[in-house]
């Protein structure tokens, strides 16, 4: 069982927009603006999207946004591609030697 | 340029000791602040946190696993070292090596394929 919790699936047709939910608890999500946002086609690995919330690296289309209410962090993705397929992870900063914790991913279909 | 490379055996029998090695580039793990964790993800599942060195050699790993675990550092060769005791068919995984900047995993390794058998 993740520490965060995701949809396991959601879709959308291309063009449209679809957002993915992360809630956490007070003791990660909610405190801290340390939340992360990775894409995982298939067969490859993690690549980082989104950090500290709503921060994009360099690369990454500004299609794909984050925010954050309360416990819960979300990730918005626009204007939906075919490319955008995939599996999507989110992390968040947990005060523990832990360190950051995962949501168990959600697997975007692009109908 | 930052890049990392897992290497290690596709394939282990049970109750044998994996050993993975992450070989990487473009940074120094003895900078303030860097560190390096592994994760894995069986096929089809979610991904797992296994274990964390930081630039300090402080390590730390996964409650569920930290008996089985131990994770090192070879500066001068620029590698972060795991190991895996006793491993069984449920440790078949994708096992990942990434950089941590902050608190994201700025860039991860390719990833490679560990099946167990039994």
């Known amino acids: 069982q993740s520490a965060l919790t995701q949809p396991p699936s959601v879709s959308g047709s291309p063009g449209q927009s679809v957002t993915i939910s992360c809630t956490g608890t007070?003791?990660?999500?909610?405190?801290?603006?340390?939340v992360s946002w990775y894409q995982q086609p298939p067969g490859t690995a993690p690549k980082l999207i989104i950090y500290?919330?709503?921060y994009r690296p360099s690369g990454v289309p500004d299609r794909f946004s984050g925010s954050k209410s309360g416990n819960t962090a979300s990730l918005t993705i626009s204007g939906l591609q075919a490319e955008d397929e995939a599996d999507y992870y989110c992390s968040s900063y947990i005060s523990s030697s832990i360190f950051v914790v995962f949501g168990g991913g959600t697997k975007l279909t692009v109908l | 340029q930052v890049t990392l490379k897992e290497s290690g055996p596709a394939l282990v029998k049970s109750g044998q000791t994996l050993t993975l090695t992450c070989t990487f580039s473009?940074?120094?793990?003895?900078?303030?602040?860097?560190?390096v964790s592994w994760i894995r993800q069986p096929p089809g599942k979610a991904l797992e946190w296994l274990a964390r060195?930081?630039?300090?050699?402080?390590?730390f790993y996964s409650t569920s696993l930290k008996t089985r675990l131990s994770i090192s550092k070879n500066t001068s060769k620029n590698q972060v070292v795991l190991t895996m005791t006793n491993m069984d068919p449920v440790d078949t995984a994708t096992y990942y090596c990434?950089?941590?900047?902050?608190?994201?995993?700025?860039?991860w390794g390719q990833g490679t394929l560990v099946t167990v058998s039994s």
């Open positions: 500290d919330v709503s």
């Open positions: 473009g940074f120094s793990i003895t900078t303030s602040g860097m560190r």
């Open positions: 007070s003791s990660d999500v909610g405190t801290y603006n340390r």
């Open positions: 060195i930081d630039w300090d050699d402080d390590k």
């Open positions: 990434a950089r941590i900047k902050g608190a994201a995993y700025d860039f």
